[in-house]
């Protein structure tokens, strides 16, 4: 079973990102759940800002420069391109945030790929079953939006607090 | 709440086939219909079942921060690498950015980064027919700073913690468990932070006889003048004298290496009833605003003298501040929600006060427009709801670096059309949001304490503005009370209209049947 690069593209170009219901509650559902996942992940090397959702646009910088081509920093960025244009299809999407996270899902996976980051500790895996799933995510001042059919708000620190205990 | 079966609608078209996607999805769907299974044992037995690859090196990626450079700028990194004496002005003349300039930086010690970002700036500076590296330059130099110093450190506190650890510092640790959780993105009170650090640098001199100077901190958290005017001093004053006096003492105990720190800070931490790691970060924040305690003195003397700050010491301010509110510990310790190079961008933003033209220039927007979105984005302090257990706070909204960038991109003209569709719908939203907090509506929604979460009820202002920006989605409609639907639409409206102006035939065709009727009598009044 191997979840390609290419295979990852076209789950986030299919993923209907309006449909996934409110679960029933804030913290504890498998939501939140793969969001621990996904933080006690990117907590291995974006420590400083953990309990942002998106890498911040220095940290993926950090990553194009060591491991990846100007070729490869082309390729994701017409992906991401040719993403965020499907993405204006759907009505619940933020723009900002989904595009990060698009452009750190796609480096991810080339570095899966080439065996330079395991899957396992692969912090696109639980992101991308959250869009599986039907829901995207906003960043926002007061916490963490998720969209599914509707939007809901969770506490990142919440969900970091579960996070640290389980790294 | 969805029904399971529409569900699995949803995600046929995942299931149909045998590739990563339909993987994804059934990894997730038994956990939805079992939600006392967590989602991520699935995900570990989907996860189980691939190939493993090589061990995942966690210091691989945070090293320092730049784009791939292209092949003839390796090659001239390989000539002119920033460890050479001459190597910035090389690399200026050359016309190699400051980022790329760094590609190939990432085992130099930070204090010769440092040094070389500065002797960069000051080649550009210095070779007129670079103008634009300077400018590109002095515009990342902050942010490729700030990654670079929380990388040494998280590698500080690392090994630190280690160290406190072996000096069974646990019981010291554990009181921070019991600490009520505190939503760090929503502390922004500045004169609730001086005082940690004056508490504990009190300590520190007691700690240590021979600094006895750092008593004077104990001005800083009376609030009264350090200079012994007896000045009453605002909180700003009071947070940068604090840190600053701070710094040396921080400076020191963080060189004494690993261990000798950590015996230190072990006994702060035991007279001030913090814990080990908060009073590091504690220390770690005062010396990071030393770093720049030259230019932060020099803009509280501005501002003493009524005049107003440059860019710099704005920046130079708001990153003070972010360092500052981070000595604030959650429930589980120390967590980082500020971006201390968006917090910066964010002042210096504040203390602009030309850029609304040029953002209204760019954008094609009425200045009144561009002028409100300001002053509620960056400029004004809300009252924001917070969790469970948690008092409304009166704050800034936490600084967004993707925001921040937009604004600055938008004030120099230089926004490509998909940043310019990201920054329309950020104007939409925090334009309708701006109106109707204006009239009276609360920004947010408590969370709801039985949920844990903060539900959407379509009643306050961002839920609303959310509506709007979204072209008043007939889904989301639905759920806005009749009376806060007749209270605000036309509001709703004439902010989004200010913004984008009118709807396509398209979008008009698709609005709700209240929201058109309202639309097409906006129009009419407006004689289109």
């Known amino acids: ?167 | 709440m969805r029904r399971p079966e529409s569900r699995h609608a949803t995600r046929s078209r995942f299931e149909a086939g045998s590739d990563g996607a339909g993987v994804a999805a059934a990894a997730l769907r038994p956990a939805q219909r079992q939600s006392s299974r967590r989602a991520s044992e699935h995900l570990d037995a989907w996860i189980a079942g691939a190939p493993r690859t090589t061990t995942f090196p966690a210091e691989l990626f945070a090293r320092t921060s730049c784009p791939t450079p292209a092949a003839d700028v390796h090659d001239l990194q390989r000539i002119a690498s920033p460890q050479r004496a001459n190597a910035a002005e090389l690399l200026v003349r050359s016309g190699v950015s400051l980022r790329d300039a760094l590609a190939n930086s990432h085992e130099q010690e930070l204090e010769a980064f440092e040094r070389f970002i500065a002797d960069y700036l000051a080649a550009a500076a210095a070779t007129p027919e670079r103008r634009a590296l300077y400018e590109d330059a002095r515009l990342a130099a902050p942010a490729l700073l700030e990654a670079r110093r929380a990388l040494e450190d998280r590698r500080e506190r690392e090994a630190i913690d280690r160290e406190l650890g072996r000096m069974q510092a646990e019981a010291t640790k554990a009181r921070l468990v019991v600490r009520p959780p505190l939503a760090v993105q929503q502390v922004a009170v500045v004169n609730e932070l001086a005082e940690p650090v004056a508490k504990a640098v009190s300590f520190v001199a007691d700690f240590v006889p021979y600094l006895g100077q750092a008593k004077l901190l104990l001005e800083a958290g009376s609030g009264r003048s350090m200079m012994g005017l007896g000045r009453p001093l605002d909180a700003e004053e009071r947070m940068v004298g604090a840190a600053v006096v701070v710094a040396p003492f921080a400076a020191r105990i963080l060189k004494a290496g690993a261990g000798a720190a950590a015996r230190s800070i072990a006994a702060i931490a035991t007279k001030t009833g913090r814990s080990g790691p908060e009073v590091l970060r504690l220390l770690q924040s005062a010396r990071a605003m030393e770093r720049e305690g030259a230019v932060l003195r020099d803009a509280l003397e501005r501002t003493q003298a009524g005049n107003a700050l440059t860019a710099e010491q704005a920046a130079a301010l708001g990153r003070a501040r972010a360092h500052m509110r981070q000595l604030y510990a959650t429930g589980s310790g120390l967590i980082d929600n500020i971006d201390v190079a968006a917090e910066g961008a964010y002042e210096a933003i504040r203390r602009n006060p030309g850029d609304v033209a040029k953002v209204a220039t760019t954008m094609g927007l009425p200045m009144e427009v561009v002028e409100r979105v300001k002053k509620h984005l960056f400029l004004e302090k809300h009252t924001l709801s917070t969790f469970p257990g948690q008092r409304p706070v009166v704050a800034h909204f936490v600084a967004e670096e993707s925001y921040a960038a937009l604004w600055t991109k938008a004030e120099r003209g230089v926004i490509s059309p998909n940043e310019r569709r990201q920054l329309m719908d950020l104007l939409t939203h925090e334009n309708v949001e701006a109106r109707l907090k204006a009239r009276g509506l609360a920004l947010l929604e408590p969370v709801d304490p039985k949920l844990g979460q903060r539900p959407f009820r379509g009643v306050s202002a961002h839920d609303l503005a959310a509506i709007a920006e979204r072209n008043f989605d007939p889904r989301l409609w639905a759920r806005v009370p009749e009376s806060t639907k007749k209270q605000n639409l036309r509001a709703m409206l004439e902010a989004v209209y200010e913004v984008r102006g009118p709807f396509g035939p398209d979008v008009e065709q698709k609005l709700p049947v209240d929201v058109r009727a309202e639309y097409q009598e906006l129009l009419r009044q407006r004689g289109r």
């Open chain 1, 1 to 167: 079973m191997n979840f390609t690069y290419e295979q990852r593209l076209r789950l986030m170009r299919e993923a209907r990102f309006d449909t996934g219901a409110v679960p029933e509650h804030g913290v504890m559902n498998p939501i939140s759940d793969l969001l621990v996942e996904y933080y006690r992940r990117v907590a291995r090397f974006d420590e400083p800002r953990v309990a942002r959702i998106p890498p911040t646009p220095e940290t993926l910088r950090c990553w194009f420069a060591r491991h990846l081509t100007s070729e490869d920093g082309a390729r994701i960025e017409d992906e991401v391109t040719g993403l965020c244009e499907d993405l204006r299809k759907c009505v619940y999407v933020d723009f900002i945030t989904m595009e990060a996270l698009f452009r750190a899902i796609l480096l991810w996976s080339l570095l899966v790929d080439r065996k330079q980051l395991a899957l396992e500790d692969d912090p696109s895996v639980p992101l991308l079953s959250v869009f599986a799933a039907g829901y995207s995510l906003k960043w926002v001042s007061h916490g963490l939006e998720i969209w599914g059919e509707v939007p809901w708000t969770i506490d990142p620190s919440e969900l970091m607090r579960r996070a640290e205990v389980r790294r």
